[in-house]
C-alpha cells in the first residue's frame, strides 16, 4: 500500500548503488538482519524504515531494493490485516516507534474490504463455471447429436471440448458422495408385520385348548 511505504520509489540513478545478483533475496537477509521486526506475524513498519536500515547495515541494500521489497511487504494482505489490529508501529527491533494515522488505518480497512470483494467475486465465478462444466458433462453422455452439432449448441469448439470434459470428470471424481436421504439413514425391515393392527388396537389373544 503506498500510503504505507516508507520512502517514496526511488529515483532512476539508485539503481547503480550497490548492485546484487538477481538471485539475491532481500526478505531473507533483512528477516537474519532484523528478525524482531521481519520475522513472525507481520507489524506495522515505522515510518521512513528505509533510512534506518541503510544505517544499521550501510551499503548493503541499494534503495531500490528496499523499495522493492517494502512495497511487496506492506502491500501484502496479512500486512494490512497486522496494521488494521495494531495500536503502533514498530522499528527495526521490534519495539513500538510511532502512532498508526487513522488516514492510513482507513487506507488500509479500504483495501482489504476491496480484496474480500474481488475474493468473493473470483469464487462465485469458479463455483458457477464447474456447474457449467458439471452440466456440459451431463448432458455430453446423453445427447445423441453428433460432436460437431453438441458443440455448436453449447458455443464451444470441437478443440475445447475434450478439456472441458476432462476437467468436469475429474471435478465428479472428486466431488464429496451426497449426504443420505433422510429416510435412508434407518434401514427398513423388510417381512416383518407390527403386532399391532391398523388404527393401534392389539390383536385379541387366541383361546387356548383345555
Known sequence: MSSDLPESPAPADALAEAPAAPARDVAAELKALF?????????????????DIQERAPGRFSRAQLSAFLH???GSTGYL?????AKTRFDLDGKPAGELSEEHLAAAREELARRRGLKQEREQLEAQQRRNRAQLLWDFERTTLTEANFCVLKGTTPEALPGLLALARQERAEAPP?????????PRLEG??????????????KPQAE
Open 35 to 51: 528478525p524482531a521486526l521481519f520475522t513472525g506475524k507481520p507489524k506495522p513498519v515505522k515510518l521512513r524504515i528505509q533510512a
Open 72 to 74: 511487496r511487504h506492506t
Open 81 to 85: 490485516i497486522a496494521l488494521t489490529q
Open 178 to 186: 451426497p449426504a443420505p436421504r433422510r429416510d435412508d439413514r434407518r
Open 192 to 205: 416383518r408385520r407390527s403386532p399391532q393392527r391398523q388404527g393401534g388396537k392389539p390383536r385379541p389373544p
